[in-house]
Nanobody, 121 residues
Framework: VQLQAYGGGLVQAGGSLRLSCAASGRTFSSYAMGWFRQAPGKEREFVAAIRWSGGSTTYADSVKGRFTISRDNAKNTVYLQTNSLKPEDTAVYYC???????????????WGQGTLVTVSS
């Protein structure tokens, strides 16, 4: 599976962005998908994940209620709708695919190249 994340950019605090991650490969619908982020000088952290069926999602406490993960298996795409953005959300956002569904980066086998989100105050 190859992943291509896009949709990042510069936005003011309180604004929104919709991140997308396009996957190649016929087995996309078999994988759980996750979004992670890494801010400068910090470790990569979990943001959100969704089961292969889309029937279950989980979020980091820091984004719960503001971010929404979804997927369209017909389009081989997973989305991250980010609302009410804060300066502390500034990071490179990565999408990932894996068989286990969860928040651990080690559980994901495939990673996209990342898309930068910058939130100005």
């Amino acid at each position: 599976v190859q992943l291509q994340a896009y949709g990042g950019g510069l936005v003011q605090a309180g604004g929104s962005l919709r991140l997308s991650c396009a996957a190649s490969g016929r087995t996309f619908s078999s994988y759980a998908m996750g979004w992670f982020r890494q801010a400068p000088g910090k470790e990569r952290e979990f943001v959100a994940a969704i089961r292969w069926s889309g029937g279950s999602t989980t979020y980091a406490d820091s984004v719960k209620g503001r971010f929404t993960i979804s997927r369209d298996n017909a389009k081989n795409t997973v989305y991250l709708q980010t609302n009410s953005l804060k300066p502390e959300d500034t990071a490179v956002y990565y999408c990932a695919a894996g068989i286990p569904y969860g928040s651990s980066p080690g559980g994901y086998d495939y990673w996209g190249q990342g898309t930068l989100v910058t939130v100005s105050s």
